[in-house]
């Protein structure tokens, strides 16, 4: 997508709203910085109410007219032209993660390869959607339950995996039957847009889906008025727990139900029977992998003492020679920065690394050692998610104890368990609260034909494949009650 520009030849991300950018006005526009120089790397325009307003009325008014009847064939064939697009337009896409989220460029190539797969996992599961016709006590009676598209929706995707994950919860809702909002992140509004863009050149109708975004300090206020309007019917939140809890309780204000895929405190378990140079590899990757920045990394390295030394040591040497990225901004890195700083003064052991940027906003990657028995009210890096490219260690005597420190956090997002015994895995794998749990794989992993999503504090609902598209139906239960009924 080609950005707009302003009276004074600024480069400027429009709103779209029914397939048409809406007019610039020099008054809401807003820079997006580069986190590596700190420089515009371009504007966008910030919306207000009013532009609320157009799009949720632009959203329902192709949902109602029309879109929720759209045939299977129609949603089908507009994922696959969009999927296919993206291939075409991949240098593009790839520019604008990179430059808004100064991501590595095989973290952003990713992000389409990615992108492109849940795209076409979801379109081939639109022609499985059926409803039932359930057996009824009455005489002459037959009960037909459907399943129909609950209506505009409300998306809300992050900056950090910025077309991935806003990619797949527009197709799980246009597939579906429904139309979207989608709120764009600050942080990368051209990626977003683009999204945008690409479904209008594959022939979406207008309406269908729309985008605008907010400037930080008004955030709340637009956002609440987007969840408050009546047309709006659901809300897809991907980002933070804090945030998510904000959504959360303004969505039960208005009585909206949400999908949410919160933080994470991603728990790696290293078993005795591991392979451990494998192990500390995904480990360390998983850890470091785009700064830290994913809410799947691996925040906890949990590793058996019969193994620990030679573990650790393995770790610590793929943690050193492996570059730990850029953070998206400032803010993010220091937020990092105080969580592991607040490690160091509280007396944790860092195995490498410490509480220091090695660039601009670049955190040096970093390992802290933490006694098992430490409790997150006296160690921040306990149980809150650094965001950083860094882990914490800890060194257990049995599968229980791992388990039970595994399962002490406040979220439920990804785990991973390392050993070469199948059935050892299997059973503690089943007796993690996690959403996900990887075996001997990298915790950043995801398939597009799994179901994703977490428990606890990290969210509720699930993506991908036919979960994703059930998340955005109602099931409406209609009866028809013949002569021979009693009523």
Known sequence: MEPLRDSKGRSVVPCIINNTELPIDDATIVPVHSALSDE??????????????????????????????????????????????????????????????????????????????????IAACISGVHGTIPPTEKPDTMTFVFKEAVGPILVIPPWNAALVLSSRAVASAIGAGCTVVLKASEQCPLTHASIVDIYRKAGSPPGVINSLQASREAAASMTEALIADERIRKIEFIGSAAVGRQIGATAAK?????????????????????????????????????????????????????????????????????????????????????????????????????????????????????????????????DEETFAPSASVYIVNSDEQAVALANRSVYGLNATIHTTNMERAINMGRNLEYGQVHINSISVYVSPTGPQGGVKGSGWGRQNASWGLDEYFVERHISWHGEGSSG
Not at 298 to 326: H, M, Y
């Open 40 to 121: 515009p790397v371009h504007y966008y325009q910030a919306a207000d109410e009013d532009i609320c307003k157009k799009a949720c009325t632009a959203a329902w008014d192709a949902f109602d007219g029309g879109w929720k009847r759209a045939s299977i064939l129609t949603r089908r064939n507009l994922l696959l032209k969009v999927a296919t697009l993206y291939e075409e337009n991949v240098e593009k896409l790839v520019e604008s993660q990179v430059l808004e989220t100064s991501c590595p460029e095989p973290w952003a190539r990713n992000n389409v390869v990615l992108a492109v797969s849940y795209m076409r996992e």
């Open 254 to 382: 208005y009585l909206k139900p949400v999908l949410m895929e919160l933080g994470g405190k991603g728990p790696a378990i290293v078993l005795d029977d591991a392979n451990i140079q494998k192990a500390a590899v995904l480990c360390a990757k998983g850890a470091l992998l785009h700064h830290g920045q994913i809410c799947f990394s691996t925040e906890r390295v949990i590793v058996q003492r019969k193994v620990a030394n030679d573990f650790i040591e393995k770790l610590v040497k793929v943690v050193e020679s492996t570059p730990g990225g850029t953070a998206v901004s400032e803010r993010i890195a220091q937020t990092g920065l105080d969580i592991l700083q607040d490690a160091k003064d509280k007396g944790a052991v860092f195995l490498t690394g410490g509480p220091e940027l090695v660039s601009r906003n670049a955190v040096k990657p970093s390992l802290v050692q933490i006694d098992p028995e430490t409790t997150a009210d006296q160690m921040r890096i306990i």
